[in-house]
Protein backbone atom coordinates (compact mmCIF):
# COMPACT_ATOMS: atom_id res chain seq x y z
CA UNK A 1 0.00 0.00 0.00
CA UNK A 2 1.50 3.63 -1.10
CA UNK A 3 -0.49 5.62 1.41
CA UNK A 4 -3.39 5.07 4.06
CA UNK A 5 -5.46 7.45 5.74
CA UNK A 6 -7.14 6.27 9.00
CA UNK A 7 -10.27 8.95 10.45
CA UNK A 8 -8.52 12.34 9.58
CA UNK A 9 -9.92 15.51 10.19
CA UNK A 10 -8.83 18.87 9.69
CA UNK A 11 -10.28 21.43 12.16
CA UNK A 12 -9.51 25.57 11.17
CA UNK A 13 -10.00 27.30 14.43
CA UNK A 14 -10.75 31.36 15.07
CA UNK A 15 -11.94 33.19 18.18
CA UNK A 16 -15.07 32.64 17.23
CA UNK A 17 -15.89 29.68 15.31
CA UNK A 18 -14.48 25.82 14.36
CA UNK A 19 -14.99 24.56 10.89
CA UNK A 20 -14.68 21.17 10.46
CA UNK A 21 -12.79 20.53 6.72
CA UNK A 22 -12.39 17.30 7.07
CA UNK A 23 -14.20 14.64 9.06
CA UNK A 24 -12.73 10.90 10.03
CA UNK A 25 -11.52 10.32 6.28
CA UNK A 26 -10.36 7.10 5.54
CA UNK A 27 -9.24 5.68 2.48
CA UNK A 28 -6.19 3.52 0.91
CA UNK A 29 -4.06 3.82 -2.46
CA UNK A 30 -2.06 1.40 -4.00
CA UNK A 31 1.08 2.17 -5.73
CA UNK A 32 0.13 2.46 -9.44
CA UNK A 33 -3.40 3.58 -8.71
CA UNK A 34 -5.24 6.29 -10.56
CA UNK A 35 -7.67 8.08 -7.94
CA UNK A 36 -10.12 10.95 -8.58
CA UNK A 37 -11.15 12.68 -6.01
CA UNK A 38 -14.37 14.64 -6.87
CA UNK A 39 -17.05 16.74 -4.94
CA UNK A 40 -18.24 20.10 -4.87
CA UNK A 41 -16.30 23.74 -4.17
CA UNK A 42 -16.26 23.98 -0.45
CA UNK A 43 -16.41 19.81 0.43
CA UNK A 44 -12.86 19.64 1.28
CA UNK A 45 -10.98 18.33 -1.69
CA UNK A 46 -8.19 20.95 -1.55
CA UNK A 47 -7.47 20.71 2.34
CA UNK A 48 -7.33 16.47 1.59
CA UNK A 49 -5.01 17.00 -1.27
CA UNK A 50 -2.55 19.42 1.15
CA UNK A 51 -2.65 16.51 3.77
CA UNK A 52 -1.78 13.55 1.46
CA UNK A 53 1.02 16.42 -0.15
CA UNK A 54 2.67 16.97 3.15
CA UNK A 55 1.35 20.67 2.43
CA UNK A 56 -0.66 20.36 6.16
CA UNK A 57 -1.19 18.33 8.87
CA UNK A 58 -4.42 16.47 10.53
CA UNK A 59 -6.11 17.66 13.24
CA UNK A 60 -6.71 14.16 14.34
CA UNK A 61 -6.43 10.84 12.60
CA UNK A 62 -3.18 9.31 10.94
CA UNK A 63 -1.61 9.17 7.82
CA UNK A 64 1.08 6.46 6.50
CA UNK A 65 2.96 6.91 3.22
CA UNK A 66 5.44 4.22 2.06
CA UNK A 67 4.56 2.27 5.17
CA UNK A 68 6.14 5.76 7.44
CA UNK A 69 3.47 7.75 9.91
CA UNK A 70 3.93 11.18 8.80
CA UNK A 71 1.16 13.22 10.49
CA UNK A 72 3.46 13.80 13.41
CA UNK A 73 6.47 15.13 11.84
CA UNK A 74 7.71 18.27 12.04
CA UNK A 75 7.34 20.90 9.64
CA UNK A 76 11.20 20.38 8.26
CA UNK A 77 11.08 16.59 8.20
CA UNK A 78 7.12 16.87 6.03
CA UNK A 79 9.11 18.99 3.85
CA UNK A 80 12.31 16.54 3.29
CA UNK A 81 9.35 13.83 2.38
CA UNK A 82 7.55 15.80 0.46
CA UNK A 83 10.39 16.86 -2.23
CA UNK A 84 11.41 13.25 -2.14
CA UNK A 85 8.33 11.61 -2.92
CA UNK A 86 5.48 14.07 -3.96
CA UNK A 87 5.17 15.58 -7.48
CA UNK A 88 2.85 18.36 -7.56
CA UNK A 89 0.22 19.39 -10.67
CA UNK A 90 -1.56 22.77 -10.01
CA UNK A 91 -4.08 24.92 -11.63
CA UNK A 92 -2.00 28.01 -11.84
CA UNK A 93 1.01 25.56 -13.70
CA UNK A 94 3.45 28.05 -10.86
CA UNK A 95 5.97 28.23 -13.49
CA UNK A 96 8.78 30.60 -12.90
CA UNK A 97 8.33 33.51 -15.51
CA UNK A 98 11.85 34.55 -16.09
CA UNK A 99 12.99 31.32 -16.02
CA UNK A 100 12.74 28.91 -18.99
CA UNK A 101 10.88 25.91 -19.53
CA UNK A 102 14.25 24.02 -18.98
CA UNK A 103 14.83 25.26 -16.21
CA UNK A 104 11.55 25.32 -14.84
CA UNK A 105 12.07 21.83 -14.50
CA UNK A 106 15.37 21.74 -13.38
CA UNK A 107 14.80 24.00 -10.35
CA UNK A 108 13.46 21.34 -7.59
CA UNK A 109 16.48 18.90 -8.19
CA UNK A 110 19.00 22.06 -7.39
CA UNK A 111 16.87 21.71 -4.30
CA UNK A 112 17.58 18.34 -3.90
CA UNK A 113 21.31 18.59 -4.54
CA UNK A 114 21.00 16.47 -8.10
CA UNK A 115 24.49 16.94 -9.71
CA UNK A 116 24.21 18.81 -12.77
CA UNK A 117 24.88 16.58 -15.30
CA UNK A 118 21.93 14.45 -13.80
CA UNK A 119 19.47 17.31 -13.82
CA UNK A 120 20.27 17.75 -17.53
CA UNK A 121 19.62 13.88 -18.40
CA UNK A 122 16.60 13.87 -16.26
CA UNK A 123 14.74 17.48 -17.74
CA UNK A 124 15.55 16.56 -21.22
CA UNK A 125 13.86 12.74 -20.65
CA UNK A 126 10.57 14.71 -18.92
CA UNK A 127 10.55 16.90 -21.48
CA UNK A 128 10.54 14.72 -24.25
CA UNK A 129 8.11 12.51 -22.15
CA UNK A 130 5.50 14.91 -22.45
CA UNK A 131 6.15 15.93 -25.78
CA UNK A 132 7.23 20.01 -25.02
CA UNK A 133 11.02 19.34 -25.35
CA UNK A 134 11.13 21.74 -28.53
CA UNK A 135 10.12 24.42 -26.22
CA UNK A 136 12.76 24.09 -23.55
CA UNK A 137 14.38 27.29 -24.27
CA UNK A 138 11.08 28.75 -24.70
CA UNK A 139 9.41 30.96 -21.34
CA UNK A 140 6.24 30.31 -19.96
CA UNK A 141 4.50 33.47 -21.44
CA UNK A 142 5.60 32.31 -24.69
CA UNK A 143 3.64 29.31 -24.33
CA UNK A 144 -0.10 28.39 -24.52
CA UNK A 145 -2.03 27.22 -21.20
CA UNK A 146 -1.86 23.61 -22.16
CA UNK A 147 1.82 23.59 -23.12
CA UNK A 148 2.39 25.59 -19.85
CA UNK A 149 0.43 22.58 -17.59
CA UNK A 150 3.26 20.09 -20.28
CA UNK A 151 5.57 21.29 -18.26
CA UNK A 152 4.01 21.34 -14.59
CA UNK A 153 3.54 17.77 -15.40
CA UNK A 154 7.11 17.56 -16.26
CA UNK A 155 8.78 19.54 -13.24
CA UNK A 156 5.90 16.80 -11.13
CA UNK A 157 7.98 14.05 -12.85
CA UNK A 158 11.38 15.17 -13.29
CA UNK A 159 11.94 14.05 -9.42
CA UNK A 160 10.38 10.54 -9.43
CA UNK A 161 8.27 10.69 -7.13
CA UNK A 162 6.32 7.75 -5.89
CA UNK A 163 2.71 9.77 -6.30
CA UNK A 164 1.63 12.72 -8.66
CA UNK A 165 -1.01 15.07 -6.94
CA UNK A 166 -3.21 17.01 -9.79
CA UNK A 167 -5.21 19.53 -7.85
CA UNK A 168 -7.40 20.89 -10.66
CA UNK A 169 -5.10 20.37 -13.61
CA UNK A 170 -7.56 21.95 -16.07
CA UNK A 171 -9.43 24.58 -14.24
CA UNK A 172 -7.36 27.22 -16.12
CA UNK A 173 -7.40 25.25 -19.30
CA UNK A 174 -10.42 25.43 -22.16
CA UNK A 175 -11.98 22.21 -23.18
CA UNK A 176 -9.45 20.79 -26.23
CA UNK A 177 -6.37 21.62 -23.67
CA UNK A 178 -8.02 19.86 -20.76
CA UNK A 179 -9.00 16.78 -23.18
CA UNK A 180 -4.69 16.60 -24.38
CA UNK A 181 -3.79 17.29 -20.27
CA UNK A 182 -6.08 14.58 -19.34
CA UNK A 183 -5.15 11.98 -21.61
CA UNK A 184 -1.15 12.74 -20.99
CA UNK A 185 -1.73 12.02 -17.22
CA UNK A 186 -3.79 9.02 -18.42
CA UNK A 187 -0.79 7.46 -20.48
CA UNK A 188 1.32 8.45 -17.45
CA UNK A 189 -1.16 5.78 -15.54
CA UNK A 190 -0.25 3.34 -18.28
CA UNK A 191 3.23 3.69 -17.70
CA UNK A 192 3.21 3.22 -14.05
CA UNK A 193 2.52 6.38 -12.00
CA UNK A 194 0.49 6.70 -9.55
CA UNK A 195 -1.90 10.16 -9.62
CA UNK A 196 -4.31 11.08 -7.31
CA UNK A 197 -6.16 13.62 -8.78
CA UNK A 198 -8.63 16.44 -7.26
CA UNK A 199 -11.62 17.86 -9.64
CA UNK A 200 -15.03 19.27 -9.61
CA UNK A 201 -15.64 17.95 -13.32
CA UNK A 202 -17.19 14.12 -13.54
CA UNK A 203 -16.52 14.33 -17.58
CA UNK A 204 -12.71 14.40 -16.09
CA UNK A 205 -13.28 12.08 -13.55
CA UNK A 206 -14.23 9.65 -15.36
CA UNK A 207 -10.70 9.36 -16.74
CA UNK A 208 -9.36 7.53 -13.13
CA UNK A 209 -9.56 4.02 -12.27
CA UNK A 210 -11.91 5.29 -9.59
CA UNK A 211 -13.65 7.96 -7.69
CA UNK A 212 -13.60 9.07 -4.33
CA UNK A 213 -16.31 11.67 -3.47
CA UNK A 214 -16.73 14.16 -0.82
CA UNK A 215 -19.22 16.08 0.61
CA UNK A 216 -19.42 18.75 3.63
CA UNK A 217 -15.81 17.14 4.37
CA UNK A 218 -17.37 13.65 4.50
CA UNK A 219 -16.63 10.76 2.01
CA UNK A 220 -19.74 10.92 0.18
CA UNK A 221 -21.94 7.93 0.19
CA UNK A 222 -24.50 8.31 -3.08
CA UNK A 223 -24.76 5.82 -5.03
CA UNK A 224 -22.84 7.75 -7.85
CA UNK A 225 -19.52 7.60 -5.75
CA UNK A 226 -20.33 3.44 -5.15
CA UNK A 227 -17.41 2.83 -7.02
CA UNK A 228 -14.94 4.25 -4.14
CA UNK A 229 -12.61 1.50 -2.69
CA UNK A 230 -12.16 2.50 1.08
Known amino acids: M???????????????VETR???????????????????PSGCGKSTLLSIIGLLDAPTSGSYMLNGNAVETLSTTDRAGIRNREI??????????GDLSVEENVELPLIYRGVTKSERKRR???????VDI???GR?????????????????RALA?????????????????????AVMELLAELHESGST????????????????TIGLLDGCVAGAPEFAEARL
Not at 25 to 31: A, F, G, M, P, Y
Not at 123 to 129: M, Y
Request: overall charge negative.
Open 2 to 16: LLELHAVSKNYSTDE
Open 21 to 39: ALRDITLSIDRGDYVSIEG
Open 87 to 96: GFIFQNFNLI
Open 123 to 129: VAEVLHR
Open 133 to 135: AHR
Open 138 to 154: HYPAQLSGGQQQRVAVA
Open 159 to 179: GNPSVLLADEPTGNLDSAHGD
Open 195 to 210: IVMVTHDRRFAKYAKR
